[in-house]
């Protein structure tokens, strides 16, 4: 497959699984919530300046940005990847910041796949990087991050679990 279809079937892919996430979380939270909502950003231009969902409360006039990650290996590694630079192309000589590096107004980071899904502070998050020398490089080279352990995010106290916003679990289809 060359580059640019592998490229094109990954965007596929995450707009498809912003679409599950959207369903699901507007499920999840919109219960007992009027006034609340959803809205995904559907163009490059929105998603680059604000992640790819708002969530928004009208009663309060609260509102946050989410970026949104498919983790496909997580319930295999019970790990969770955090991508912290992309490039589009392996042969591109430089990464560029995106997942908690974004350059989006971002509020949250929510990553998983669609049975669980995990929303963090992204600020929070970007508190528990490790350096650039300590990121791995993975996918054909086009994406750069670390890993978190799953079970670390249940342990009272640790910097993982004062980073998680909120946990969720949807039945396999």
Known sequence: MSSSSYYGKQLHEAEQFEILVEKKLLEELHKGRPGFSITRHTTQATQLAHGDLRISIAATGESWDIEIKNDKQMADTRNLYIETQEK?????????????????????????????FYL???????ALAPPPDKWMTIDRGTSRGFLLEIKNLSTPGSPESEALWREFRWPRL
Do not use: M, Q, T, V
């Not at 589009?88 to 974004?102: K, L, R, T, Y």
């Not at 963090?120 to 970007?126: S, Y």
């Open 120 to 126: 963090f502070d992204r600020a929070a998050l970007r």
């Open 88 to 116: 589009s192309h392996p042969n591109n000589p430089d990464f560029i910041d995106s997942g908690i590096f974004a350059s989006s107004s971002a509020d949250l980071y929510g990553i998983g796949d669609k049975c669980e």
